[in-house]
């Protein structure tokens, strides 16, 4: 019977491909994947195969989460992951151009160009946040809260 290393190894190419940023190739998993994930089966349980990977070369799991360097979520090469918290993951996501922001929401009702546009209108004095609301088919709140850049904040 194969050991936990030999099984998950086994399903490891280590010529992946490098990323543009990275000096060093991927290893790239090839087993079973989920959401874009390597996943292995381990203690009747579903794991990322980057974390067991970590497992597998320190002894112990990322915590609190495995983040990726070279941004490739199929990449299981330890030098390539590293530690990280929620908030360093969702700022990762931003930096790569990953993230699901302004218009790449498909949920969105406005695009970068209304957001400035309503802004300026309102700065202008050229309607309340009612009436841009109104105009743009989207709440007053949600006018109030680009306003504030408590939402688009990136443009």
């Not at 609190?64 to 979520?73: E, K, Q, W």
């Not at 160009?113 to 202008?124: F, G, N, Q, S």
């Not at 309607?127 to 904040?153: D, E, M």
Request: contains cysteine.
């Amino acid at each position: 019977m194969k050991t936990l290393s030999e099984r998950f190894w086994s399903k490891v190419n280590k010529q992946g491909p490098t990323m543009p940023h990275m000096k060093t190739c991927c290893w790239t998993w090839l087993g079973c994947t989920a959401l874009g994930y390597g996943q292995i089966w381990l203690d009747g349980k579903m794991k990322r195969a980057h974390r067991v990977a970590w497992f597998l070369i320190f002894g112990k799991y990322p915590e609190p989460y495995g983040l990726h360097h070279c941004d490739n979520s199929l990449c299981v090469r330890p030098s390539h992951v590293y530690e990280g918290t929620l908030l360093d993951n969702g700022a990762d996501r931003t930096r790569s151009g990953h993230s699901c922001q302004g218009s790449k929401n498909t949920l969105a009702k406005l695009t970068e160009a209304k957001v400035v546009l309503i802004r300026e209108l309102y700065t202008a004095g050229k309607g309340t946040q009612r009436a841009l609301a109104k105009r743009f088919g989207v709440s007053q709140r949600a006018v109030l809260f680009l306003l504030q850049r408590k939402t688009w904040r990136h443009v």
